[in-house]
């Protein structure tokens, strides 16, 4: 049988893709690549774009196609056998794409290139293409840029066994409760709990750290002491204060290692720190100005936070006899409180959201909105709970993506967008080559022949990683360098996703995708009432525990010293910033994949950044909404024109002004927030 990873005919074979068709095809892939760079380096190779890109670039998209498809697998579908695989190719890997980064042949041949001769889509990949060489080590030498290599080598390792780490210590915790521990807890999390633990032939109820069982039970149980044994498990994943057996994935070592390659990469490249070398295809112009943007942020945010602590103090004290409450008690705490002060509970609005009805809704908004239509496709899959669709604009294919929504065992928590393909105006074929993504979830499945039944919380999850989704699909430009996301300054790519998440406080949309699971029922326009006076509770510890992180991840990379414990660090950010801090025994760093094998290392503040400049694209929406309340379709016209379809082709800085016709400002975030003067 032909090796499925080397079938670039159209879509993936996920169904016929083996650990053991992983080595193979990489050599073969390498060979070609290594055999293309070798071609457009030589002295008689022309330094033009056209001619390069048809042999350098058509081979190395190869391989990342490839590569692209094993991570994927290696993050939804996880095997010992397939985990060996892809550790075992890993170092080549990294080593070929380290190499090509910095090889000075190819980048005397980019020099030489007459910009001149580009398009402005080319121009724009040109001149990142240039910087990203001089950050890849292009301009050192010998011994430097040896150790350079070295460098990236070791840093995909650790990256890579932290999220196994963090993967392992997440999978390998399970409580057994009896049925009076769970009381409070939501019926169908019991019910999934009671199917987990027979499954395995075991008594009780099977809790998890999987955030469709970890989560209802910190916010809903009413025992004290298994929110306890919960959260401590939690908050000590892969770390030196985890119980027992469970501190083999500690992540302590891979962290202080990590930080100090990067400070190493840093100071090789000529700068202070690792911070300084993040921002530079950024938007932010330095970590200074990264760091005072978030104090400022939380100097604002901090009043809306005292009071909200004081609120739950108050609550927690009159209300439930509870003095001194603990950091397992506030998730429980807000519950109640917020049921008590706007008369619903996250339970109650769940029943409305079954998946298909969501899903259905989002797709009709979508449609409206930027003038496409989406239809079910077929694909090969990695696994029978994976949909695969297509977005097309007047008949013609946009683009495709598939949907992996439910949580299991083997694949790793949270929701990500990933690219498949990029849109790419092929230069060996000729052919505009279609988009495709990657949407994935870790929801809770439906029970007893019901549809999944998804938390608002999930609904905005689903729309943000759409948004990515629209931002990498709808795109117009045929460069792939600076196609979709591709090219996007990092603190400007969750515009798209952030921006999404509004339309799910809109009831105009709402209404149009809520089914009560039982009788069928739209969701009542007096619970969303009490949604949306509900929606800013406690923005102001969220927003803090946001600006925690973001500031810590800065730091980190900027004024701390690798060879010293970072976990001072991080309680001198807490006592800065946090309103609620937690048990010196909490270990978040341990799980921070985001910033340790993630790509958002001194970048975590984007998240903050792009919230200002969505809920600023946002407001243009408000202000040409119809009678009806319905976004304006020629607002819609122009966002997609303005962000999403012209990509990474131009700063996009100059693509929000290209629609919102200024610069951002953060008053319509304040305002959104509930937290404006």
Known sequence: M?????????????????????????????????????????????????????????????????????????????????????????????????????????????????????????????????????????????AAKERFAQIQERQAELSQKFSENALDATDAFAYYASAEELDGVPPDVQQAALAAAQAEGKTGYKLTLKMPCYLPVMQFATRSALRETMYRAYVTRASDQAEGDARRFDNTALIREILALRREEAHLLGYDNFGQVSVVPKM???????????????????????????????????????????????????????????A??????????????????????????????????????WHPAVEFYRIERNGQLVGQFYLDQPARTGKRGGAWMDDV???????????????VAHLVCNFAEGIDGKPPLLTHDDVITLFHEFG???HHMLTQVNERDVSGISGVEWDAVELPSQFMENFCWEWDVLRNMTAHVDTGAPLPRALFDKMIAGKNFQSGIQTLRQIEYALFDMLLHTDHDPDQDFMPLLAEVRSEVSVLPPPSFSRTAHTFSHIFAG?????????????????????????????????????????????????????AMESFKAFRGREPTLDALLRHQGMAD
């Open 2 to 142: 032909s090796n499925a990873l080397l079938d670039f005919s159209d879509l993936p074979r996920f169904d016929r893709i083996t650990p053991d068709d992983v080595a193979p095809a990489v050599d073969v892939l390498l060979e070609k690549a290594n055999a293309a760079l070798e071609t457009v380096t030589a002295a008689d190779f022309p330094a033009r774009w056209d001619a390069m890109a048809k042999v350098l670039d058509v081979a190395t998209e190869h391989l990342g196609r490839a590569w692209g498809a094993v991570s994927h697998l290696n993050s939804v579908a996880d095997t010992p056998e397939l985990r060996a695989a892809y550790n075992a190719a890993l170092p080549c890997v990294t080593e070929f794409w380290t190499r090509l980064g910095a090889d000075e042949r190819l980048y005397a041949k980019y020099k030489a290139i007459d910009p001149a001769t580009l398009t402005p889509e080319q121009r724009r990949a040109h001149q990142n293409a240039m910087r990203n060489f001089v950050l890849s080590g292009a301009e050192l030498t010998g």
């Open 284 to 342: 932010a112009q330095s970590p200074e100005e990264v760091v005072t943007f978030l104090r400022d942020l939380a100097r604002r945010a901090r009043p809306y936070a005292e009071k909200d602590v004081a609120d739950l103090r108050e609550f927690a004290t009159h209300q439930l006899a509870l003095h001194d409450p603990q950091a397992w008690d506030w998730p429980y705490l807000g519950e109640k409180l917020k049921e008590a002060r706007y």
């Open 344 to 381: 619903f509970s996250e339970q109650e609005v769940k029943q409305y959201f079954t998946a298909p009805k969501v899903l259905a809704g989002l797709f009709k908004i979508i449609e409206t909105l930027f003038e496409v239509s989406i239809h079910p496709d077929s694909a090969p899959v």
């Open 421 to 435: 393909r990029t849109r790419w105006l092929r230069p060996d074929t000729g052919v505009l080559q279609t988009p």
């Open 468 to 470: 990515h989704g629209l």
């Open 599 to 651: 790509g958002y290392a001194a970048g975590y503040y984007s998240y903050k950044w792009a919230e200002v400049l969505s809920a600023d694209a946002y407001a243009a929406f408000e202000e040409t909404a119809g009678s009806d309340g319905l976004p304006s379709t020629e607002t819609g016209r122009r966002y997609r024109q303005a962000i999403l379809e012209a990509g990474g082709s131009r700063p």
